[in-house]
């Protein structure tokens, strides 16, 4: 039974019979606040990473013309290399973008940090639209250098904010919209990017200024939407501001375990926030980060950026033809969409560590697969068919685990004092991963031809080691109990400092003690 609008929408998690009082609800309110954190973010991220692939042959004939007219003519070489650096430098801008997390989530707070961010998204984004009327290629390089910037906070402000205003029975599952605002504009962007419809020499343009739009809606929303708890509570010191985010964020009035739960979390982190050298100095951070950063680089150099960036080129090295790969690779992002839709409630049942196995491992058969079939593809026809099926098995695989899991999980292996810079860290790492497959693969699919995808399928074999060695389960844990099973792999909770923490937390309210055993 779903609750009333003002209730909230009840999980498919709650127990049957089970008590109304300790009935699981999902309060509109809620629902509000990371739909309009989303808007803003995973869709100018999803959007922006896909609207370059359809129209690309109109778009570097734009850029070919433009810089004929004032420069002269550009050789094949010097075309391919300035339509290289348009895609990459999307990217760049990210790597930049991943830097100022820690400063801008700190400084401006989650939300408030998503709302400035989204001048970046009017100023690149407006570029990027009027670089068409301008006959100016150099504002196309100009504004995706700059929607890259707002990208790159995104893709750490936007799991920040979630993780930190979901409960903990459901920030999995919630963390999950993160990635599904990502896949579902992915797809938007291909669906407006066919010919037939914005991906064509009249109207690209307007088709690269859509990000606009998703900024119009989150400035619309995100003010009325609360600033996260945990961040007023134990970084603004504003108990009343908590509980009064609380207060909409939740359907009871009672947070004193949630608020417990926080305090327990303020004994036991540092006075101060920590920075990128106390990574270095304390084996108890440096081991969550180390994870977090393979679990990103899991993510990118998994070959995802490759069928995401070139999916039409592989297509067409598969045999298919142009209209034929345009359509397929609109297959993909479908995939993708109905993929994360699905690890929704699995998230919660199965958990983020065996779902990035399952995930990690079948990408690495299918890459495996696709590289064997695009071999034989010139010698039986039904190879061709092979390869396109194990494309799009490939990136089932992905959305069920590395799609979603390591946004999700960098935010859970750190408490709030050190969470934004090892968030910012993470983050940096996935884009400048982004920048070397986005630049690496076509070079390196030109000298070794169909075997590309091998190396792509050792390094998830590696990845798929790492995780099932080194990744512990995050589900249902409290950010603190996280924290402390790293303190305790490390023998830093057995310290002296620790256990005068520990006592002071265990004389603590009836609810603290509850939320950290």
Request: net charge neutral.
């Amino acid at each position: 039974m779903y609750g009333t609008m003002e209730d909230g929408l009840e999980t498919p998690f709650t127990a049957p019979n089970q008590p109304p009082k300790q009935s699981r609800k999902v309060p509109c309110r809620l629902i509000f606040a990371i739909a309009a954190a989303v808007v803003g973010s995973s869709f100018q991220f999803g959007f922006n990473t896909g609207v370059i692939n359809s129209p690309g042959p109109v778009i570097q004939v734009f850029i070919n013309e433009t810089f004929s007219e004032r420069y002269g003519l550009l050789t094949s070489l010097a075309l391919n290399s300035l339509w290289a650096f348009t895609v990459a430098v999307f990217a760049v801008g990210g790597m930049i973008g991943g830097l100022l997390i820690d400063f801008w989530s700190n400084r401006f707070g989650r939300r408030n940090g998503m709302l400035m961010n989204n001048v970046f998204a009017v100023v690149g984004g407006g570029l990027m639209g009027i670089s068409q009327p301008a006959r100016s290629f150099e504002c196309l390089i100009v504004g995706r250098f700059i929607i890259g910037i707002q990208c790159g906070l995104s893709t750490g402000l936007c799991p920040l904010y979630v993780s930190e205003v979901a409960p903990k029975e459901l920030r999995g599952s919630l963390g999950v919209v993160n990635q599904l605002g990502v896949t579902a504009t992915l797809l938007l962007s291909q669906i407006l990017g066919l010919p037939d419809v914005l991906g064509n020499d009249r109207l690209w343009g307007v088709l690269l200024a859509v990000p606009v739009l998703f900024a119009v809606v989150q400035l619309a929303s995100l003010p009325f939407c609360p600033e996260s708890p945990r961040f007023l509570l134990l970084d603004r010191n504003d108990a009343v501001g908590a509980e009064e985010a609380l207060n909409v964020l939740r359907t009871t009035t009672d947070h004193s375990a949630e608020i417990g739960e926080m305090r327990a979390e303020q004994q036991s982190q540092p006075l101060v926030r920590t920075k990128l050298i106390h990574f270095v100095q304390k084996r108890s951070l440096l081991q969550p980060l180390a994870i977090a950063v393979v679990l990103q680089l899991s993510q990118q150099l998994s070959g995802i950026n490759a069928v995401f960036y070139y999916s039409t080129d592989i297509l067409k090295a598969a045999g298919l033809g142009l209209k034929d790969a345009s359509y397929v690779t609109l297959g993909v992002g479908v995939i993708m969409v109905l993929m994360t839709l699905v690890s929704v409630p699995l998230m919660e049942r199965s958990g983020r560590r065996l779902l990035h196995l399952i995930g990690l491992g079948g990408m690495a058969v299918q890459a495996t697969l696709l590289a064997i079939m695009l071999h034989l593809k010139d010698e039986h026809q039904w190879a061709s068919y092979v390869s396109v099926a194990a494309m799009l098995v490939f990136v089932v695989f992905f959305a069920i685990g590395p799609g979603s899991i390591p946004w999700l999980i960098v935010a859970e292996l750190f408490s709030q004092s050190s969470r934004s810079t090892a968030v910012s860290v993470a983050t940096t790492v996935n884009w400048a991963a982004n920048v070397v497959v986005g630049q690496g693969y076509p070079p390196l699919a030109n000298l070794i031809g169909n075997y590309s995808f091998v190396i792509f399928a050792i390094l998830l074999v590696g990845f798929w080691t790492f995780t099932y060695f080194f990744v512990p389960e995050t589900k249902n844990k409290t950010f603190d109990e996280i924290a402390r099973l790293f303190r305790k792999k490390t023998g830093e909770d057995s310290s002296p400092e620790m256990r005068e923490k520990t006592a002071i937390i265990s004389n603590g309210s009836e609810a603290t003690i509850r939320t950290t055993l």
